[in-house]
């Protein structure tokens, strides 16, 4: 009898109950136990969805206020001293303190006054592998110290047991964990801390143990990278300490094939290994071949990243011959967590009965499982009605004519080849964009959103309601964009935006006026700590019926003479912010989405805009793990924000925003994008990754980021001067922007105006410094 298990489940809630319980608690408006109640509710409820599904054990540990890898920070003791903690405050509030910084005391007193002092700057944060989920980043030095500091995740394993699950705890690996963190000292060797910090987990999981559960989950996903030898070779060390505590563990590799470490996951004193069938199957008969027959094989059989419905005649025709090999020895399981899906879609009234055949959120993989287990345990009798609804749906989204649209093809069958470059150097382009556009030196601009307060929020709810008119609509918007233009215009910033009132998301947005593309009512991601998106279905050929944007980006720029910026979602971070359809290439896709934009692009010029930015955050995010895989993707990506961006004239200014990760090792391919500016994000990490941009000679305009947008902390003047002096000792300054890290949309509006007027008294004591003066 086979088993099945999942690796981790959404925390969110179906109606996003822990994202308003975090945002009330963060106004003051619940207490600590209130939210913990929260908390407890939603772990009752998905163990119990769990449990319902038939899976052997329920998966504990995976729930997190804010992030798993801050849980783990504070689980194994090392808090960094730079926040100061007394010990007087409750670990909830020392959690949140990590994920989200302090102010300085004057800001705590009137964030609408100018600020002094830092604060307390938050953890930084970065993606998680190639996913859109952010984590928050340990940070480790020779004073960094281990202990087994709190007891939340032994309590959760009580709270399931009690409720009579069996339970598997779910723990980052001590490699893994490691290997995410950095340091701010130069050349500290992360990999020194790993003997203080053995013995912490080696602890807990005697005491887990002891609690009574009978697996524990240990994901080391680093074994999916190009790692350096040393790291590979702490393996076998690591997983002989932590197995001297007897308790099982389920060693859990995803997002990348194993390659060079298959046989050494295979080797490793460790009682069961998962593996990723969706991103690695092609090394199932490796892995059989490798691994002792005593040990559990977990495979992912079910995409734990994606919503598409499992071909389920072709899982089980995979599982067949494993079966055969090693009977009682499976389990299946997802790829990964299904974190990074919604929990469901089978309900999901913003579909189509159609298009929602084709979908499966979290709770419906838990269904799939269980149809697998089934017809592998009893037979595919005892499942024959449901294998027979998904061989249905898996057969009408092959034959929908919905998928495919021939003049999409056709166009991308004939590109011309220089579609993708512009007409001249960057040289030559900066002359004549700042003769069109006269800026200072150290210009100042924003990313693009302005505060999505509740007036816009409601005018925007009603308009789908259908309750509010377009003309009522278009009034509202136009007051809130005039408002915003208003607002920077006094505040004195170079480069306006028009605030971004009429846009629910960066990606949704655009997909919801793009053909190929379809949106749930409920499909909600976590992407960090309370912020969710919901990602659009790209399930066909992409085109562009319509303009999406000109026309309140053009009623913007009529209420002022200063530059106007067009803002875009390039055709990456659309791809990647999208659950992309599996039937095609994604460079094929991206191609699709690329000439989509670059038609808006074509018409914002057209109505009078001289600065275009075509964001793509996600660039970085999208690179394969594997170092062998960087190059296919790194040409077909560059190309198509080059497709998007290159069809302007050379005095139309293009920009592009990049946040939240490490951009060092993609340089070249970053510059070859060949955007005239580009703002990236620095502040959490104080400058320090622009460094790379320095030695690299990054050969165009940078902003780097001034201050943190998701920190509640107003920047003071010395702190951003600082920062660009920073930055000018690295870039030059006639090269140099000066902007917040990212867009506004969750800040409101008197901290942002606070942070605004400072960054622009920066930029004026910059510019009399250097002995220019804006004209």
Request: charged fraction near 20%; hydrophobic fraction near 45%.
């Amino acid at each position: 009898m086979i088993k099945s298990h999942i690796l981790g489940f959404p925390r969110m809630g179906l109606q996003r109950e822990l994202k308003f319980a975090l945002e009330r608690h963060w106004r003051d408006e619940i207490s600590e136990q209130e939210l913990e109640e929260c908390g407890a509710m939603l772990r009752r409820r998905h163990w119990a969805q769990q449990r319902d599904a038939g899976l052997d054990c329920v998966t504990v540990g995976d729930f997190a206020f804010y992030d798993h890898v801050a849980n783990h920070i504070q689980l194994f003791g090392c808090e960094p001293a730079r926040f100061g903690f007394s010990g007087a405050e409750s670990a909830l509030a020392r959690y949140f303190t990590l994920a989200r910084g302090v102010a300085s005391e004057s800001q705590h007193e009137d964030a609408c006054h100018h600020a002094h002092g830092v604060g307390k700057p938050a953890l930084e944060m970065t993606k998680w592998f190639d996913t859109n989920y952010h984590y928050l980043v340990p940070e480790f030095d020779d004073a960094t110290r281990f202990s087994l500091a709190s007891a939340r995740l032994l309590g959760e394993v009580a709270e399931a047991t009690a409720m009579g699950h069996r339970v598997k705890p779910v723990l980052l690996g001590p490699l893994t964990f490691l290997w995410l963190g950095k340091s701010r000292t130069a050349g500290f060797d992360k990999l020194a801390l790993l003997d203080q910090l053995l013995p912490a987990y080696i602890a807990l999981l005697s005491q887990l143990k002891a609690a009574g559960a009978g697996w524990v989950q240990i994901d080391e996903p680093i074994l999916g990278l190009d790692l350096p030898g040393e790291w590979a070779l702490a393996f076998e060390r690591t997983y002989h300490m932590l197995n001297t505590a007897q308790l099982p563990i389920m060693l859990a590799t995803y997002f990348s094939p194993l390659q060079e470490h298959l046989s050494l996951a295979c080797k490793l004193p460790v009682a069961g290994l998962h593996i990723d069938l969706v991103r690695a199957g092609e090394e199932l008969l490796s892995v059989l071949d490798w691994l002792p027959p005593h040990k559990v094989l977990s495979l992912g059989v079910l995409d734990g990243r994606n919503i598409w419905r499992a071909d389920l005649d072709k899982a089980l025709r995979l599982l067949a011959p494993v079966v055969a090999r090693r009977g009682q020895q499976l389990w299946i399981a997802p790829s990964c967590s299904l974190l990074h899906v919604p929990l469901s879609l089978s309900d999901d009234a913003a579909i189509d009965d159609e298009l929602r055949s084709w979908l499966a959120g979290a709770a419906d993989k838990l269904a799939e499982l269980r149809i697998l287990q089934r017809a592998i345990n009893d037979g595919e009798d005892s499942v024959a009605v449901e294998l027979l609804a998904a061989r249905s749906a898996i057969a009408a989204r092959a034959a929908s004519p919905r998928v495919t649209n021939p003049v999409v093809t056709q166009r991308a069958a004939q590109l011309a080849p220089g579609i993708d470059r512009r007409n001249s150097s960057f040289g030559a382009r900066r002359a004549g964009q700042q003769a069109r556009l006269a800026l200072p030196l150290f210009p100042t601009t924003t990313i693009g959103s302005f505060p999505q307060t509740a007036a816009i929020r409601a005018a925007r709810a009603a308009y789908k309601r259908k309750e509010l008119s377009d003309d009522a609509y278009e009034l509202a918007m136009r007051a809130e964009i005039a408002h915003a233009v208003r607002q920077q215009e006094e505040l004195g910033i170079d480069v306006l935006v028009h605030g971004e009132a009429e846009r629910n998301d960066m990606v949704e947005y655009f997909g919801e006026q793009l053909d190929g593309f379809a949106f749930t009512a409920n499909g909600w991601v976590q992407s960090y700590g309370s912020r969710c998106v919901k990602p659009p279905v790209l399930f066909g050929d992409v085109s562009r019926p319509a303009a999406m944007t000109v026309r309140w980006t053009a009623y913007a720029q009529s209420l002022t003479s200063r530059p106007m910026k067009g803002m875009l979602t390039g055709p990456v971070t659309i791809l990647q912010w999208s659950f992309v359809r599996d039937d095609q290439a994604r460079s094929a896709t991206a191609q699709q989405i690329a000439l989509a934009i670059r038609d808006e692009v074509l018409d914002l010029e057209a109505a009078g805009i001289g600065i275009v930015q075509i964001d793509e955050p996600a660039i970085r995010e999208g690179l394969p793990l594997r170092r062998v895989r960087w190059n296919d993707y790194l040409q077909w990506s560059g190309r198509a924000f080059r497709i998007a961006a290159s069809g302007v004239a050379d005095d139309t200014q293009v920009h592009t925003h990049m946040c939240y990760a490490e951009f060092n090792d993609i340089l070249p391919e970053i510059a070859a994008m060949d955007a005239d500016v580009i703002t990236i994000e620095t502040s959490r990490s104080d400058m320090e990754l622009l460094r790379g941009f320095g030695s690299f000679r990054y050969p165009n305009e940078i902003g780097p980021g001034v201050y943190d947008i998701h920190s509640p902390q107003v920047p003071s003047v010395d702190a951003i001067v600082r920062l660009m002096k920073k930055a000018a000792e690295v870039i030059p300054a006639a090269n140099l922007w000066v902007n917040p890290d990212c867009g506004l949309k969750t800040r409101a509006w008197p901290e942002t105006q606070a942070a605004l007027r400072n960054m622009v008294a920066a930029a004026h004591r910059l510019r009399g410094e250097a002995g220019s003066v804006a004209p």
